[in-house]
């Protein structure tokens, strides 16, 4: 059978068992199973259990469920809440504030966490009922904390960072340290477009506007 035949079978299987409203981990496990039972038979189960065994058994993958521990313990200990209040008093009266805290709450998330889906499970329990009573629309609340969440992958300690540079073999510590610039990049063009964008259309701005202001004068 060609290649270009059984890779079409195997991702055909795949969206056939995804539709059927099974998990996607667990519909990629099923597809496994299944065509390393029928290509291989009883050795092709065997050697996936194998190869399960030594991708997770990888020093490098240490740090990851310590990246979701310290998010964790931020989040019920209080440390994020205390976290967006001060970024909220130092931004003062910039329009667009909240969607501002949230690009910067989420990068120090970043480098404190490493987890993109708990920064944004904080951020989202934390800014989106704060945004809504202040009239912000959906674009401009959802927005900034998903984009903002995805920083996690960008700056250091990055668990999906960790992860591909061990299953590239690649230097984990050259890897953190190249995607820096970019991550800071990215951040910093979120803050542009928000506040350009709340310039640009006077109902965001006015939707925007935070009432109360506060100074870095004592």
Known sequence: MEWWLIYTLIFGTLIVIMFSGLPVA??????????????WGPAGLQQIILSMFE???IFTLLP????????????HSGLATNLLDTMD??????????????????????ALTGASMGSIAM?????????????????????????????????PPSSLAVLLGALGEISI?????????????????????????????PTLR?????PISHSWKR
């Not at 006015?206 to 935070?210: D, H, I, L």
């Open 89 to 110: 008093k130092w931004m003062g009266r910039l329009p667009g504030r909240l969607g501002l805290v949230s690009v910067a709450s989420g990068t120090i998330l970043a």
């Open 123 to 155: 951020l989202g329990s934390t800014l989106v009922p704060e945004m809504e009573r202040r009239g912000y629309k959906k674009i401009m609340s959802l927005g900034p904390i998903m984009g903002s969440g995805g920083l996690a992958v960008m700056i």
């Open 55 to 57: 991708s997770i058994t």
């Open 64 to 75: 990851v469920p310590l990246f979701v521990l310290m998010g964790e313990v931020m989040f």
């Open 173 to 201: 510590s050259r890897l953190l340290i190249a995607i820096i610039p970019g991550g800071l990049i990215m951040a910093a063009l979120y803050a542009i477009y928000i506040i350009g964008r709340c310039c640009c259309v």
């Open 206 to 210: 006015q939707a925007m506007r935070c």
């Open 26 to 39: 667990f519909a990629f496990v099923l597809t496994n199973l299944i065509w390393g039972l029928i290509l």
